[in-house]
Nanobody
Framework: QVQLVESGGGLVQPGGSLRLSCTASGNIFSSNAMGWYRQAPGNQRELVATITNGGITDYADSVKGRFTISRDNAKNTVYLQMNSLKPEDTAVYFC??????????????WGQGTQVTVSS
């Protein structure tokens, strides 16, 4: 089993910055991708950013140029540096880990979520 623990959420003013962290523990497979999704009230959960264990990244258009995803493979930890935050970034942010067992078999795990609120 895999557990994901997130930290770093909170309240920040528009234009401010926050850094989210997520550490995975348990049976971590060598081939995996970690990432962040978010869900605002009344909205569907949406992709924010992902990063493979090889360092390949992908971002939602809405956060490109403002958010940076990175990871420390030795610590099984993924980070999301969020700059120039906007009120529309307000959401619960969820960490994910996709274990890639084969080209056709994967398993996903989710963290409990951390609240990010951007407001003056």
């Amino acid at each position: 089993q895999v557990q994901l623990v997130e930290s770093g959420g909170g309240l920040v003013q528009p234009g401010g910055s926050l850094r989210l962290s997520c550490t995975a523990s348990g049976n971590i497979f060598s081939s995996n991708a970690m990432g962040w999704y978010r869900q605002a009230p009344g909205n569907q959960r949406e992709l924010v950013a992902t990063i493979t264990n090889g360092g390949i990244t992908d971002y939602a258009d809405s956060v490109k140029g403002r958010f940076t995803i990175s990871r420390d493979n030795a610590k099984n930890t993924v980070y999301l540096q969020m700059n120039s935050l906007k009120p529309e970034d307000t959401a619960v942010y969820f960490c994910t880990l996709d274990q890639l067992y084969s080209p056709v078999l994967n398993e996903s795990f989710w963290g409990q979520g951390t609240q990010v609120t951007v407001s003056s």
